[in-house]
């Protein structure tokens, strides 16, 4: 098997990536309560949690691995990431008391176009690493968005609202939701679903996500 981003020949203890690699990967201490993620989020709306794995910043290993499960059809990219970030986790206490996954949705013509859900691979490995159910189909894109690459952070804001529903969102009442999504940029995206969700009565929200745009 040879590494995902170099593409030499694995040796034995490497999985996916070789040592070298992963090396060069800009990850950030997910553990830590007040990590990048959460400061940026802290303040727009109440969350319980929220983290993620490390920067996205176009053009690094990293990032090139997350861009090719986007656009590339390459799930397996964000499943090796999904458990990489589980792992960093493991003995912090996450998922605490979470009690469903909810990613958030992508258009279903954006699926059509791209043929997959780029966010799947990493509530699948989530579902399967921390044995919780997921909800798919409870919060959903009430209307088709054009991308948001290039957009600032007021325009990302304008072009989120009203751009989710929810169906049949008392299954969620009462419920702590882990709210998934692959990169978070601004924040508009889970700001706006995180609200949405916390209109049902008793619901609480933390945030996880594979990557965090770089910003200084």
């Not at 690094?60 to 590339?72: E, T, V």
């Not at 859900?117 to 044995?131: A, F, Y």
Request: hydrophobic content about 40%.
């Amino acid at each position: 098997m040879r590494c995902l981003c170099c593409h030499k020949e694995l040796v034995d203890g490497e999985e996916f990536v070789c040592l070298d690699c992963l090396l060069t990967f800009p990850l950030v201490d997910c553990t830590d309560e007040h990590n990048p993620l959460w400061t940026q989020l802290s303040g727009q709306v109440p969350f319980e949690r929220a983290t993620h794995l490390g920067y996205y910043q176009p053009g690094d290993n990293f990032s090139r691995l997350i861009a090719q499960a986007k656009y590339d059809d390459r799930p397996q990219h964000n499943a090796f990431l999904a458990n990489l970030l589980c792992d960093r986790l493991e003995g912090s206490g996450w998922p605490y008391d979470v009690d469903v996954i909810v990613p958030v949705p992508v258009h279903w013509r954006r699926i059509l176009q791209r043929g997959y859900n780029q966010v799947s691979p990493i509530v699948r490995t989530l579902e399967k690493r921390w044995h919780l159910p997921v909800m798919s189909n409870c919060l959903m894109r009430s209307h088709y968005t054009m991308s948001q690459v290039g957009m600032g952070a007021n325009a990302r804001q304008d072009h989120q609202r009203a751009a989710f529903t929810l169906w049949r969102g008392s299954r969620l009442r009462g419920k702590h939701v882990l709210l998934v999504d692959d990169v978070c940029t601004t924040g508009s995206t889970l700001v706006a679903c995180a609200a949405l969700l916390q209109e049902i009565e008793g619901v609480r929200v933390s945030v996880l996500t594979l990557a965090k745009t770089f910003r200084i």
